[in-house]
């Protein structure tokens, strides 16, 4: 199962989103989704998050609050995220290579182009404390079944 992080970085009630669209035969082309990426081989959930961001976005992450564990099954594919959010980090934005970076109100994120899970997570992401632990299970990248096992 591959592993990867995802952190929602918030400011003034925002939240920090790439709109990717400059790489060709992205799984992801024209969706709006946080920053994240991969772990690679030997690296801790929490060194891949901080090079992420760096890497992604440019800033520094100072400090994060772990947050759920997602798993997202796709036909044939399996992928466990470690999701995270952050309101300390520090720099500047620079030039993403994966797409566009913006700061998107929360009252705004469910109007822009999503995956379905994100719809099921990002409420309670930014509407409770509570840890989050889901099975997103689609087939031919439709959302069929949300599987909620999170903490109360």
Known sequence: MDETVLIYLERDGSYLMLYRNKRENDLNQGKYVGIGGHLEKGETKEAALIREVREETGLILRDFKYRGDLVFINDDYQEIM?????????????????????????????????????????????????????????????????IDESEE
């Open 82 to 146: 470690y999701l995270y959010t952050s309101d300390n980090f520090s720099g500047s934005l620079k030039e993403c290579d994966e797409g566009e970076l913006m700061w998107v109100k929360k009252d705004n994120l469910l109007s822009l182009n999503l995956w379905e899970g994100d719809r099921v997570f990002l409420p309670l992401l930014m509407n409770t404390d509570k840890f989050l632990k889901m099975k997103l299970i689609y087939s031919k990248d439709q959302l069929v079944q949300v």
